[in-house]
């Protein structure tokens, strides 16, 4: 990316794998364990490690360029990793999703510590059930999957995809410039309400 366009401002971290079929930790196997670390938390730790060497040999930039946003300091980059309300909460039944993205939560703030004295911006946006094909494929795999999502979002619905868009796109702005190793949970009540 810095070899196309000069300099990687921001870096999204957003791939991962679901849990599909419930399983209780007795009969959990441990390649199945294993392969929701090896994606969910090797795969984050991966790109945030890529992302922070590149960021760093990077020149300092005002927050704000245009000015819009006056006295937000300097960086060299910002970046958000897609954790899940499930980094701060536990499901009986989704024990290896739940303990990456309990993990992808940690990289994510000593991340943030890590990066702070470069200048470089480490969150994490915690989204509940969002309407993608890896939620559909786990509504259809669980019976009463989809039943149950509706009954645990205060809000009546699963979150579309533009509104985790719409919170990332802020972690990344300067609006956000002040924040650093948060964890902003998009999740429609879901933690209000376990």
Known sequence: MADVFGRVDYCVNCAGIGAENPCDIASMPLSEFQRFLDVNTTGTFLVTREASVAMRTQKLREVSPSGAFPNRGTTRGAIVN???????????????????????????????????????????????????????????????????????????????????ADAIIFALSPRSSFMTGSALVVDGGLLINL
């Open 82 to 164: 897609l954790c899940s309300a499930s980094s701060l909460g536990a499901v009986a039944g989704i024990l290896p999703y739940t303990t990456s993205k309990h993990a992808q939560l940690g990289l994510s703030k000593t991340s943030a510590l890590d990066n702070a004295p470069y200048n470089i911006r480490v969150n994490c946006i915690c989204p509940s059930w969002t309407d993608t094909p890896m939620v559909q494929r786990a509504n259809d795999g669980i019976e009463g999957h989809a039943d149950y999502i509706k009954s645990k979002l205060p809000i009546g619905r699963m979150a579309i995809p533009d509104e985790i």
